[in-house]
Each structure stands twice: as C-alpha cells, then as structure tokens.
C-alpha cells in the first residue's frame, strides 16, 4: 500500500553510475513536498542519506546525489561500489492523507 | 550525540495491546520543532510510518491505523511511548523510533536499531 513507488531492483558494475526512481503524485511530490532517501543494510536500521531533495547529511559520500521534478524524484550513485550494495527507500509526505510515504523499496545489487 | 532505543515486548499475543517505549538521549522533546516518529517494518518488506509526537504535544497518525495507536511523550523522562490496540499477526515487524528534525514535515535523522515484535499465540 505504498504511495510512493521504486523499481523492485537495479544493478551495476563497480564505477558505474545507477539512478533509483521515486514515482509520486500530485498530493506528495508534486505538491511540493521534499524528497528523503535512506539507505538500509539487512539486519540493520534505516540511515538517511538525502534530505530536502538533494541535500547529503555530513559522512555520507558525494557519489550519493538527490533530485526532483515534477511528481518523482530520483536517487543517483556514482562510482558504485561494493559497500553501496543495499535497500534504498524514498520518502515524502501526502497532504490527501496526511501522513509521511515510504517507497516501495529498491535493493542495489552491485555485480 | 543525539541516539534512540526502542524497548518492549518480543512477543505479543493477538487482540492484545503492545506498548512500546523509545528512550533517546542528546536533544529534547520540548525545543521547537523537535519530534520522535514511530515507523515499522514487517519481514522483507518496506517502511510504514505509524505516528509522531511534536515538541508542541501535536499528535500524527497514519491514517489507516489511527484507530488502534496512541502516541504520547514523557519530557521529564526523556521518552515516548506508543500503543498498539488490537495486535494481530500482520503487525509482524521491527517496529523503529527516529528523530525527526527540518521545516514542515521534515525528516528522520536519528533512528533506534529498531525492536522486532512478533504477533502469536
């Protein structure tokens, strides 16, 4: 049931470049709302890793990149690297319901 | 440094209530704009944000459980506390307490490693 909607998987080499779509609405992202993707390990709680769209907290590496436009948004890693292989979620908030979204959750797969 | 736990029980039994606390230390929940998030997770699945407390005692909750979820907070104590009525085997999961912080709806910084309930008789 969630709002918010992330390809079930994508994969790439070591030192490529892979995108995470974040697939919303006109009551979530574009509305206006901001965009948060977190990083989960299994076993493990979420981290943040982008806030405000395209923000990095301090610590998290600048191949970590946000964006947004219109009603999605997007997750870039570049240079990928072992260490990034993971769950990867999106988050907003949805004025119709009131409440913060997650995505339905993107598991990078590094070959 | 600002961190979260989560305590409660590992198993409950369904219909019964589950009560969870979440303790954190390094920021209060009486400084403006401050708030803690309930959020859970069943086995292999994603995120589902359940209720959040504001500096202010504003009260959120997801829409399609607020019938069965209290949210409260004890300052003094630095804690918050959530309640789950009506537990049934679907409520499976790690339920987690985070740290909310920015403008507007904000985001959550600072999570709990998260305490795992399981729903069975």
């Known amino acids: 049931q ?51 769209n395209n923000n990095r907290p301090s610590g998290v590496p600048d191949r970590f990149s946000g964006s947004k436009s219109g009603t999605s948004a997007s997750l870039a890693i570049t240079g990928l690297q072992a260490e990034d292989e993971a769950d990867y979620y999106c988050q907003s908030y949805d004025n119709s319901l009131s409440a913060y979204v997650f995505g339905t959750g993107t598991k990078v797969t590094v070959l | 440094q600002i961190t979260v736990k989560e305590s409660g029980p590992a198993l409950v039994k369904p219909t019964q209530t589950l009560t969870l606390t979440c303790s954190f230390s390094g920021f209060s929940l009486s400084t403006d704009t401050v708030g803690v998030g309930w959020i859970r997770q069943p086995p292999g699945k994603a995120l589902e944000w359940l209720a959040l407390i504001y500096w202010n005692d ?7 459980l607020k019938t069965r979820l209290t949210i409260t907070k004890d300052t003094s104590k630095n804690q918050v506390v959530l309640t789950m009525t009506h537990m049934d085997p679907v409520d499976t999961g790690t339920y987690y307490c985070a740290h909310r912080d920015g403008w507007g709806p904000g985001y959550f910084d600072y999570w709990g490693q998260g305490t795992l309930v399981t729903v069975s008789s």
Not at chain 1, 7 to 20: H, K
Request: net charge positive; charged share 10%; glycine share 10%.
């Open chain 1, 2 to 52: 969630s709002v918010l909607t992330q390809p079930p998987s994508v994969s790439g080499a070591p030192g490529q470049r892979v995108t995470i779509s974040c697939a919303g609405s006109s009551s979530n992202i574009g509305i206006g709302y901001d965009v948060l993707w977190y990083q989960q390990f299994p076993g493990s709680a979420p981290r943040l890793l982008i806030y405000d």
């Open chain 2, 58 to 64: 504003d009260k959120r909750y997801s829409p399609s």
